[in-house]
């Protein structure tokens, strides 16, 4: 079954670690993006990538990093984690051509102690 | 400055109670309008998208419309399995295709 996945679904890690959050997705779509949400706010973009070898910064500063070396695979890093990296972190995929809708993993909850 | 601005925060219902959601946005070239439902703790759920005034789409309880500066979002006779938060999002023409999102509004539907 076609499907975007994100591990871990909750973190918990000490300030100064380095983590990594994996997303994929077996839909085989070009473009995939990360974005951050907070209770009760919007979702906020972080990063996204238009294929193998490209990724972008979002509209939101992040500390964080990203790399596309395949194309199901779309992985983010925090190198120094920190209690402002607290926060929700949403994967999307979206297909080339045709209709824009993206389809969200279903995240993964950080917390920095 | 490009916004999306959802209401209300949050909406009560009663299971059977009919009502409809706002969306509207002030944008410069409107790609296409998307609505989301999220669950408590999981990622959002493609619903619709829209791309031009005049245009409906249906699904299941649900009805989305869109005109020159705001869409709705209609739920007719709603279940309590209809609660989650609804999700406005736009795209536009002229910067990729990130999308920009509103806060939500929050449905809650009792029996």
């Known amino acids: 079954e076609a499907d975007i996945y994100q591990t871990p679904r909750y973190l918990v890690i000490g300030t100064g670690k380095k983590i990594t959050l994996e997303c994929s997705q077996t839909?085989?779509?070009?473009?995939m993006y990360w974005y951050q949400q907070d209770p009760g706010m919007e979702l906020h973009l972080i990063h996204y990538?238009?294929?193998?070898?490209?990724?972008e910064k979002g509209d939101l500063s992040s500390e964080s990093t990203v790399s596309r070396i395949r194309t199901e695979h779309f992985p983010l890093t925090l190198e120094s984690a920190r209690p402002s990296h607290t926060s929700q972190y949403l994967c999307?995929?979206?297909?080339?051509?045709?209709?824009?809708?993206?389809?969200f993993g279903p995240g993964t909850r950080l917390t920095v102690t | 400055e490009d916004q999306v601005t959802q209401s209300p925060e949050a909406l009560r219902l009663q299971e059977g109670e009919s009502s409809s959601l706002n969306c509207s946005y002030t944008?410069?070239?409107?790609?296409?309008l998307f609505w989301y439902r999220q669950d408590p703790g999981k990622g959002p759920e493609f619903l619709f998208t829209?791309?031009?005034a005049g245009e409906e789409k249906e699904k299941e309880r649900l009805k989305a419309t869109l005109t020159k500066k705001e869409s709705f979002l209609h739920i007719t006779a709603p279940k309590p399995e209809d609660s989650a938060t609804y999700l406005c999002?736009?795209?536009?023409?002229?910067?990729?295709?990130?999308?920009?999102f509103g806060k939500g509004t929050s449905l809650l539907v009792t029996p």
């Open positions: 999307a995929s979206s297909e080339s051509g045709g209709t824009y809708e993206q389809y």
């Open positions: 839909m085989g779509h070009d473009k």
């Open positions: 990538s238009y294929g193998v070898n490209s990724t």
């Open positions: 944008v410069s070239g409107l790609r296409g």
């Open positions: 829209l791309y031009s």
């Open positions: 999002a736009v795209q536009l023409s002229n910067s990729g295709y990130a999308l920009n």
